[in-house]
C-alpha cells in the first residue's frame, strides 16, 4: 500500500489526503518506519518458506540423522554448511525457524483475525442495542478481561487438548473481550455525535448506519489494539508451545523449537534455543515498535 | 466506607460463583464427572463411592451444592498421582509461588519506578529516549526465553548462579521461605528477574506517563515556586502523586504474576503450584487442575477486592465520593 | 530609595520547533515598596511569562535571553538554579490562578506548609507548625488546628487560594507575583480575597505584580498601570492616569469595551481582530492591523517608548488625544 501511495505521488502532484499525511506522519520515525520493513520481509519469508529454506526440515529425506547437533558453522554429510547449527535431528535450524516463524505467524493472524470480528459484532452488538445485551455482553468481557490471558488459555487446552484449531480457539477466546471492550466505548461516544443522528433522520438502514458511519470511527483504536495483540498473541502460543499445550510436535512453532534447545542448554548447546528466540524477539519487538507508533500518532489527546 | 466494602466484597464472592459454576459445567455436566475426577484405573466400589459423596445421583442444581459444599469445606477430590488431597497439593506449594511473584512485585516496582521518573524527567535526551526503548524491548521479550537465556548466560557460562530448583529455605509459621536463608537467595534471583522484567516495563510506561504529566501541573510549579528543592519536588510530590496508581496496577497484576509463575516455574524448576498445574496437565491429573482453577480464581477476587480497598485508603478523593455516594 | 523590583528590557522567548516565539520582548518596569502594579493584557500577551520570568521559572524550551531583573538592588538574572531556589519563596512569592492546582490534591495542608518554612528557615517541626498556623489565621482560615490536617479537597475554592495566600505570606517575602489569583473566584470571594491581599501588603510593606486581564479588578488595587501587547508593555503609568486618559489606542479599546462603559441595551464594544501570532508578528506597531488610528509609519518599526506627562510611558506614534479617551 506504501508502493501505491509512492508511485502515484510521483505521477500526479502531491494531494494532501489523509491517509498519505499519516503515512508521511509515519514513516518520519526511523525507529518505526525499519521495524515495519522487518515485519514486511519476515511476513514474505514465512510466506515463501518452502522457496527459501535450503531445506523442508519435515521432508524426512532430507535430512540426517547423522547431522545432529551440529555447531553453527559446521558442514553437513554432504557438504553442506548449517550456518545455524542442527537440532537433535539433524534439522538445519535456519530452515526449521523460517517454518517455525510460519507457523507462529499463521496461528497468531489467524486467531486475532477471528477475535477481531467478533469481538467487534459483540461490541457493536452492545453499544447499538443497549439495555440487558448490552449489560450481559460486558458483564462477560468484565469477568474476562479480569483474569490473565495464560490462565484461560491454561485451562482452555488443558480440557480440550493439543493442536493447532485448540491453539487457535484459545488466541481468539483470549482476545475478543479487548477489542468488544473498545469497539463498544468508541461506538458510545460516536453514537451520540450529530452525523449518526443526521443518518438516522434520513431513515438509512441499520447495517449501513453501522457499517458506513459507525465503525469506520471506531477503527484508529482498534488498529493499534489489534496490532499490540498480534504480538501478545505471538508470544502467548510460544509460551504455550514451550510448557508443551500449544501445537503439535509434529508442526513446531518457535516456541516450540526454543523449547527442544532448552533440554541443552545446560550442555552449553545454546544454538538450538537461542536462535529461534532471537527471531521470536525481533518479531514482536518490531510489531510492538509499530503499535507503539501507532498509537502516538492515532491518539488526538498525545497529539496536542 | 464499610459499606463500600461490604459491596466490593458481594462482587467478589459473585465472581467465584460465577467461575465455580463455569468450573462446575464444564467438569460435571459436559463430560463424565466420574472419568474425570477418578483415575482410569478406579475399581467398580470406588466409582460408587465416588457416586454418592458427589452426589451425581441427585438433580443438578442439588450437585452444583454439593459441589459448592464440598469446595468450601475444601474438598475438591484426590490428585490421581500424588494420591493426596488437591487442595492441600497445592496449598502446599502456594508458599514458594507467592514468594516468587511477591519478590519480583517489589523488584518491578525498585526498578520500574526509579528508572520511569528518571526518563520521564528527561524525555527529550537520550537517557528518557534509551528507557522507554529499554522498556519496549521488555514488554516484546518472551518470558521462558528471557529465563532461558539468564540460564545460559548466569549458570552456563559465568557460573554464578544456580540453573533452577529452591535451594535452602528457612521456616516460618511451618511454612518455608528462600527469603529467610541468605544461602537461598542466588535460587531466587533468576526467576524473580524472569517473573519482574515484563512487569518493570509495565512500571517504567505508568511512571513515566505520571511523571511527565506531574511536571506539568500548577502544584508542582507552586512547589517550585516555594523554594523547594528538586529531589523534595520529585521525591514527594510527584512520587506521591505517581504511586496511586502504580500501586493500584501492580496490586492487580499480583493476579497476573501468580498465573505467569507457571512459566517461570517450569523454566528454573521452581517447585510452585505453577509448576505443579503443568506437571498435572501433562499427567490429566485433573482434580489439581480444577483445585489449582479455584484457588487461583479466589485468589483473583481476593487480590481485587484488597486492592480497591488499599486505593481508597491511599487516594483520599476516592474516600470522599464514596462516603458522599 | 532603590524599587523592590527592577525589571529593565526584559526578554524571554521561546525556542520552538515552528520558531523563536518572543512571549516577552523588551519589558522594563519598577515597583516601590509596598505598591501594587496591575500587569494587565488579553491571553497570551505576555503577563503570564513576565511573572514566570521573574520567578526564575521559565522552563525549555524558553529562556531569558536578555535584560536584568533587580530585586532590592540584587541582579536575578543569571542565577544558578541553587541561587534562585534561596529566592523564591522568600523574598518572592507567587500566587496561581487556579487554588484547584496550585494545592497538591494527595499531601495534607500541613505537609505543604511546613515543607515551605523548613525550605527556607532553620527551625524545628513544631516551630514551622506553628508558624503555618499563625499564617492561616492571618488569611482569615477558621480553626487553624483543624483545616492543617485536612486534604485540599475539603476546601472551597475561596478557602484554597487563602491556604496558597497563606503560604506565599510564610516568609514575608518583599515581593508577591500573583497571576490572576482571583479568576477562578465567585465576584464574592474575589472581593474579599482582594481586600485581604490589600491589608497584608499595607501591613508588611510587601510589593505586588497582580497579573490580569481584568481591568476592573485591578483599577481599585493597583498603584501603577501596566499594559501588555503582544510581548511589549504598549502603556504604563499611574493606574488613576491610565484608566481615565489612555493615551495608547489600545489601552482605550480595552476600557471602551469594559461593560460598564457601554450604554444600556447597546452591543458592547470590541477591538476588531484577535491577538497576532507571536511566531509571525506584522511589521511595526504589533497593534497596528487592528487600530482604528494606524499610519503608514505604523508598519515600518515598532514606535520607540516615550515619556508623556504625569508619568506615562508610552509606545505609540499616533496617541490618543485628551478629549478622545473616553468617547
Known amino acids: 500500500m506504501t508502493d501505491a501511495a509512492l508511485t502515484s505521488a510521483a505521477v500526479a502532484p502531491p494531494v494532501e489526503t489523509p491517509f498519505r499525511r499519516f503515512a508521511s506522519d509515519f514513516f518520519a520515525n526511523k525507529v518505526a518506519a525499519v521495524a515495519l520493513v ?8 514465512a510466506i515463501f518458506a518452502p522457496w527459501v529454506t535450503p531445506q523442508n526440515p519435515y521432508d524426512l529425506t532430507q535430512i540426517s540423522i547423522f547431522d545432529n547437533m551440529l555447531k553453527p558453522g559446521a558442514k553437513s554429510m ?44 459483540l461490541g457493536v452488538t452492545a453499544a447499538y442495542f443497549g439495555g440487558r445485551v448490552d449489560s450481559i455482553i460486558m458483564r462477560i468481557v468484565d469477568l474476562q478481561l479480569s483474569f490473565p490471558a495464560i490462565l484461560i488459555a491454561l485451562i482452555l487446552l488443558a480440557a480440550l487438548g493439543k493442536g493447532v484449531d485448540k491453539v487457535i480457539l484459545a488466541l481468539m477466546l483470549v482476545q475478543w473481550a479487548y477489542y468488544a471492550r473498545t469497539v463498544r466505548g468508541n461506538a458510545l461516544v460516536e453514537r451520540r455525535r450529530e452525523y449518526i443522528e443526521a443518518a438516522q433522520c434520513l431513515a438509512l438502514p441499520r447495517y449501513r448506519i453501522i457499517f458506513r458511519h459507525l465503525l469506520p470511527n471506531c477503527l484508529p483504536p482498534l488498529i493499534v489494539i489489534a496490532t499490540v495483540q498480534v504480538a501478545h498473541a505471538i508470544s502467548l502460543e510460544a509460551t504455550l508451545s514451550f510448557l508443551g499445550v500449544g501445537v503439535p510436535i509434529t508442526e513446531p512453532s518457535l516456541g516450540l523449537l526454543i523449547s527442544n534447545g532448552y533440554k541443552y542448554i545446560l550442555s552449553g548447546k545454546y544454538w538450538v534455543s537461542v536462535f529461534p528466540g532471537l527471531m521470536l524477539l525481533l518479531t514482536i519487538l518490531s510489531i510492538n515498535l509499530v503499535g507503539d507508533h501507532l498509537r502516538d500518532l492515532l491518539n488526538p489527546r498525545l497529539k496536542a | 466506607m464499610l459499606a463500600y466494602i461490604l459491596r466490593r466484597a458481594g462482587q467478589s464472592v459473585f465472581v467465584v460463583l460465577t467461575m465455580a459454576a463455569l468450573v ?97 524527567l528527561n524525555s527529550d535526551s537520550w537517557i ?62 533468576m526467576p524473580a528477574m524472569t517473573l519482574a522484567i515484563y512487569k518493570v516495563s509495565l512500571v517504567i510506561r505508568l511512571a513515566y506517563a505520571g511523571t511527565r504529566e506531574a511536571m506539568l501541573q500548577d502544584y508542582v510549579r507552586f512547589a517550585r515556586a516555594k523554594g523547594l528543592s528538586r529531589s523534595r519536588i520529585v521525591g514527594v510530590h510527584v512520587l506521591k502523586n505517581i504511586l496511586i496508581p502504580i500501586v493500584t496496577v501492580l496490586g492487580l497484576e499480583l493476579g497476573s504474576m501468580i498465573a505467569f509463575a507457571v512459566v517461570t516455574e517450569t523454566v528454573f524448576a521452581w517447585p510452585g503450584m505453577g509448576k505443579l498445574l503443568i506437571d498435572s496437565i501433562a499427567r490429566l491429573d485433573r482434580p489439581v487442575i480444577v483445585a489449582y482453577l479455584m484457588i487461583v480464581v479466589g485468589m483473583f477476587a481476593l487480590i481485587n477486592l484488597i486492592v480497591d480497598i488499599l486505593y481508597s485508603v491511599l487516594d483520599p478523593r476516592v474516600r470522599i465520593t464514596e462516603t458522599a455516594g | 530609595m532603590t524599587a523592590t523590583l527592577e525589571v529593565a528590557g526584559l526578554s524571554t522567548h521561546f525556542f520552538t520547533r515552528a520558531g523563536v516565539v518572543k512571549a516577552v520582548d523588551g519589558v522594563s518596569f519598577s515597583v516601590q515598596r509596598g505598591q501594587v502594579l496591575g500587569l494587565v493584557g488579553e491571553s497570551g500577551s505576555g503577563k503570564t511569562v513576565t511573572g514566570l520570568s521573574i520567578m526564575g521559572l521559565v522552563d525549555r524550551p524558553g529562556r531569558i535571553v536578555s535584560g536584568s531583573i533587580k530585586l532590592a538592588g540584587q541582579e536575578l538574572v543569571g542565577l544558578s538554579e541553587k541561587g534562585w531556589r534561596t529566592i523564591r519563596g522568600r523574598k518572592i512569592a507567587m500566587i496561581f490562578q487556579d487554588p484547584m492546582m496550585t494545592l497538591n490534591p494527595v499531601l495534607r495542608i500541613d505537609t505543604q506548609m511546613i515543607e515551605t518554612v523548613l525550605a527556607h528557615a532553620d527551625v524545628s517541626k513544631d516551630s514551622a507548625r506553628e508558624r503555618c498556623r499563625q499564617a492561616l489565621s492571618r488569611v482569615g482560615i477558621p480553626s487553624p488546628d483543624e483545616r492543617l490536617t485536612a486534604y ?10 487563602r491556604v496558597a495566600i497563606a503560604i506565599a505570606l510564610l516568609h514575608d517575602p518583599e515581593l508577591i507575583i500573583a497571576d490572576e489569583p482571583t479568576t477562578a473566584l465567585d465576584v464574592t470571594i474575589q472581593a474579599q480575597i482582594i481586600a485581604q491581599v490589600q491589608k497584608l501588603a499595607a501591613e508588611t510593606g510587601t510589593a505586588i505584580v497582580w497579573v490580569t486581564h481584568d481591568l476592573a479588578v485591578v483599577s481599585g488595587l493597583s498603584d501603577r498601570l501596566a499594559v501588555m501587547y503582544a510581548g511589549r508593555i504598549i502603556e504604563e503609568g499611574p493606574t488613576a492616569e491610565v484608566l481615565t486618559q489612555p493615551h495608547h489606542p489600545y489601552t482605550a479599546g480595552l476600557l471602551h469595551s469594559l461593560p460598564i462603559n457601554n450604554p444600556r441595551g447597546q452591543p458592547l464594544n470590541q477591538i476588531p481582530g484577535s491577538t497576532p501570532s507571536l511566531l509571525r508578528l506584522p511589521p511595526g506597531c504589533p497593534f497596528g492591523p487592528r487600530c482604528t488610528r494606524k499610519q503608514h509609519d505604523c508598519t515600518q518599526a515598532m514606535p520607540p517608548e516615550t515619556q508623556g506627562a504625569n508619568g506615562v510611558r508610552l509606545r505609540c506614534y499616533h496617541p490618543v488625544a485628551r478629549e478622545g479617551a473616553m468617547a
Do not use: C
Open chain 3, 152 to 161: 485540599p479537597h475539603q476546601f472551597s475554592g475561596g478557602m484554597r487560594q
Open chain 1, 78 to 121: 554432504e557438504g553442506k554448511t548449517f550456518w545455524l547449527g542442527t537440532d537433535e535431528q539433524g534439522r538445519d535450524m535456519f530452515s526449521a525457524m523460517i517454518y517455525g516463524l510460519r507457523m507462529s505467524l499463521f496461528v497468531s493472524a489467524v486467531a486475532t483475525s477471528i477475535a477481531v470480528l467478533v469481538g467487534v459484532s
Open chain 2, 24 to 120: 462446575f459445567v464444564s467438569v460435571f455436566a459436559i463430560g463424565n464427572p466420574i472419568d474425570i475426577l477418578l483415575a482410569p484405573d478406579a475399581d467398580q466400589i470406588e466409582r460408587e463411592a465416588a457416586i454418592v459423596r458427589l452426589g451425581l445421583d441427585k438433580p443438578m442444581w442439588e450437585q452444583f451444592g454439593v459441589f459448592l459444599w464440598n469446595m468450601l469445606h475444601g474438598d475438591l477430590g484426590r490428585s490421581f498421582v500424588h494420591g493426596s488431597d488437591a487442595v492441600h497439593l497445592i496449598l502446599g506449594r502456594l508458599p514458594a509461588t507467592l514468594e516468587l511473584a511477591i519478590v519480583a512485585l517489589v523488584m518491578a516496582a525498585l526498578i520500574g519506578v526509579p528508572l520511569g521518573i528518571v526518563a520521564g
Open chain 2, 128 to 189: 528518557g529516549r534509551s528507557v522507554m526503548t529499554g522498556s519496549i524491548i521488555g514488554f516484546s521479550l518472551p518470558n521462558f526465553w528471557f529465563g532461558i537465556m539468564m540460564i545460559l548466560f548466569f549458570a552456563v557460562e559465568l557460573q554464578w548462579l544456580p540453573s533452577g530448583g529452591r535451594g535452602p529455605t528457612g521456616t516460618l509459621f511451618g511454612l518455608e521461605f528462600s527469603l529467610l536463608n541468605p544461602a537461598g537467595w542466588p535460587n531466587l534471583v
Open chain 1, 38 to 45: 522487518i515485519i514486511v520481509i519476515l511476513a514474505l519469508l
